[in-house]
């Protein structure tokens, strides 16, 4: 069992930034793919970003790249999203997602996650 337990979202004016961190309980998060959704209100939940296991390889939503960066520590087993030049239609519940048992892939799809935080609500207001 997994408890994934996320903080850093708020309330943000657009070309602002915020860092969503997101801890993961046990022993094996080594082992454990990690990533970030968001779901805008009335909207789909969509992959943000996801990384390896190592943290070396990473993939954005087209609508986030170069702003947002993924990264995690295995040390502490934490993963993070620093999000830069925050935009209005960033505004959504943002979820932390665990994979257990993975290999060293870049897992897209939420159907592949078997664990998720409770959310954490980024609000971009003009």
């Known amino acids: 069992q997994v408890q994934l337990v996320e903080s850093g979202g708020g309330l943000v004016q657009a070309g602002g930034s915020l860092r969503l961190s997101c801890t993961a309980s046990?022993?094996?998060?080594?082992?454990?793919?990690m990533a970030w959704f968001r779901q805008g209100h009335g909207k789909e939940r969509e992959l943000v970003a996801v990384?390896?296991?190592?943290?070396?390889?990473?993939k954005y939503a087209d609508s986030v790249k170069g702003r947002f960066s993924i990264s995690r520590d295995n040390a502490k087993n934490t993963v993070s999203l620093q999000m830069n030049s925050l935009k209005l239609e960033d505004t959504a519940v943002y979820y932390c997602?665990?994979?257990?048992?993975?290999?060293?892939?870049?897992?897209?799809?939420?159907?592949?996650?078997?664990?998720w935080g409770q959310g954490t609500q980024v609000t971009v207001s003009s």
């Open positions: 990384t390896d296991l190592n943290g070396e390889l990473t």
């Open positions: 997602a665990a994979k257990t048992g993975a290999d060293n892939f870049l897992y897209i799809a939420s159907e592949w996650y078997n664990y």
């Open positions: 046990g022993r094996t998060f080594a082992t454990t793919a």
